[in-house]
């Protein structure tokens, strides 16, 4: 395939404007699915489980099968849309969007259509810089996620080439809520941080409320990005209509989600701007070489012919209902961070890095597990974060924060210094245990005991008879050469605070 030619970024914003939209999908972690007994493979109990064990005859369309709706699932969602700011309907029904693909068994999506359980709501998302952008939600409606197809053999992965699919119904089922905004306008250069920033305020009101796990590369939450280009007009002269626009699928990745938008509008311009047309269609978004290529031509609603589902009743929710779930909802994003940022004592750019990284809700679960801010920070900010950046992972794939926590504990007892726990997160990393267990594994303790540490200032001192005369003279960074000197003998794992005791006595004893 042709490489795409693509416009200068700021040269695209010069003669078009980006108009953003976007549908996120998030995975409720219930205990089943949405309309079936099986268990739900997005609560992270069942995560990994064996393909096809997670199934009930819903779930495949086995004939015969009825739907039955989860409730929890609905109070889930009537939760998640007073969290967007939303209406909810006193009643929403379901209905069926009908197109067949293998690992829809019924040949059909159970979805809500033009009736969903919330409408017309906003959420307030915080970019960079404190700025504050208010995001029109046009409607959020339940439904199920299909299977999962794995297509083997060739080169990709993908379908193209396979020698063969493979389908998994363990997903099919699961229960869905469809975040769905309306145009944004106005967003110009900003337009790719302000997806990445939705995105993640979007993650950070599920988990607040608890109904997903929001693990991005594990599907629990998806993003389509809409991107289209509508050319500039002059002062005073109507807006120009709105250009097509194409859906970029599944990004699964905040900075991912960033990247497709900027992608998105280059290449658009690029197009534009020759005189040519962008095509109605979704688009694959490709984190290796970041690119999107073409998928198939987006089809619009009537192509579904939707039709209500004549095995559901409507969704009825008492006004009670709705009041109890709003007493109960956990406080807004923008205020959370600026608790937490009081709560934490962290400078403006120490937060902003938190914010920026999308690592507020893997540094608050470190806090929570018993870690001092500070610490959990460095962690997060700092060496995962560099892993991540380097194997091209999500700081949030690589390590549970728990397990941050206990390495830091590990540190704070002084079991482990820092070059010795950067280490043990590598062994965490890849796989070896926890970090206790990978601690006694390497052998990596530190070690305390004072006559392993005497012996090894003895022979440092022998290599350098004229540190204790000068530590004696007043010269007490001298001792620094032979602290060097043990840490080095013991790989790293010599107690340094205990060292410079011990060749001060020395100092001292042999003075007297």
């Known amino acids: ?68 709706v989860n409730e929890t699932a609905v109070h889930y969602s009537i939760s998640l849309g007073l969290a967007l700011g939303c209406e909810i309907a006193p009643s929403s029904r379901f209905a069926r969007k009908n197109y067949f693909y293998p690992d829809l068994g019924k040949n059909y999506q159970i979805s809500q259509y033009d009736e969903p359980i919330a409408f017309e709501g906003r959420i307030e998302v915080e970019l960079s810089d404190g700025t504050i952008v208010e995001v029109p939600i046009e409607r959020a409606h339940m439904e199920e996620d299909a299977g999962k197809l794995t297509h ?12 063969y699919s493979l389908v998994d119904y363990n997903r099919a089922g699961v229960p869905l809520v469809e975040i769905v905004t309306k145009p944004i306008f106005g967003a110009e250069h900003r337009a790719p941080e302000i997806a990445k920033a ?30 289209s280009l509508r050319p500039r007009v002059g002062a005073g002269e109507a807006p120009a209509p709105l250009g097509t626009r194409t859906e970029t699928k599944n990004v699964n990745s905040m900075r991912s989600v960033e990247r497709a938008v900027r992608y998105e509008i280059q290449r658009q311009a690029a197009i534009l701007a020759d005189g040519g047309t962008i095509t109605q269609e979704t688009r694959h978004w490709h984190e290796d070489t970041g690119t999107t290529s073409p998928g198939r031509p987006k089809s619009d609603a009537d192509d579904y012919r939707y039709f209500p589902e004549p095995d559901l009743l409507p969704v009825a929710p008492s006004s009670e209902l709705i009041e109890q779930l709003r007493a109960a909802l956990p406080e807004p994003p923008a205020a959370r961070r600026r608790r937490l940022k009081t709560d934490w004592g962290f400078t403006d ?27 959990a920070r460095k962690w997060w900010t700092g060496e995962i974060t560099r892993i991540a950046n380097a194997s091209g992972a999500e700081p949030a794939e690589l390590v549970e924060p728990t397990a941050v926590a206990e390495l830091q504990g590990l540190v704070d007892a002084g079991t482990l210094t820092d070059k010795l726990a950067r280490q043990v997160l590598e062994g965490m990393i890849a796989g070896e245990g926890t970090p206790q267990q990978i601690v006694d594994a390497r052998g990596l303790a530190v070690v305390s005991d004072d006559g392993a540490l005497i012996a090894a200032i003895d022979e440092a001192l022998a290599a350098q008879p004229d540190i204790l005369a000068k530590i004696r003279d007043g010269k007490v960074q001298a001792a620094g050469a032979v602290i060097g000197a043990v840490m080095k003998a013991m790989r790293g794992q010599a107690d340094a605070a205990r060292v410079r005791e011990l060749v001060l006595e020395r100092a001292s004893a042999s003075d007297a």
């Open 198 to 227: 939705y995105v993640a305020t979007i993650r950070d009101v599920v988990l607040a409320l608890g109904i997903s796990d929001a693990r991005l590369e594990r599907g629990n939450l998806r993003c389509d990005a809409n991107v």
């Open 349 to 375: 750019l120490e937060f902003q890095d938190v914010v920026n990284g999308g690592l507020l809700a893997e540094v608050e679960a470190t806090v929570a597990a018993g870690t001092a801010p500070a610490s």
């Open 152 to 163: 083997v053999g060739g080169a990709t992965g993908r379908i193209q080439g396979a020698e």
């Open 1 to 68: 395939m042709a490489k795409a030619k693509l416009m200068d970024f700021d040269k695209a914003l010069e003669l078009f404007e980006p108009v953003l939209g976007f549908e996120v999908h998030v995975e409720l972690n219930t205990e089943t699915k949405m309309f079936s007994a099986a268990a739900n493979p997005a609560n992270s109990r069942n995560h990994g489980a064996a393909p096809n064990t997670l199934v009930a005859a819903v779930d495949m369309g086995l004939p015969g099968s009825l739907p039955v």
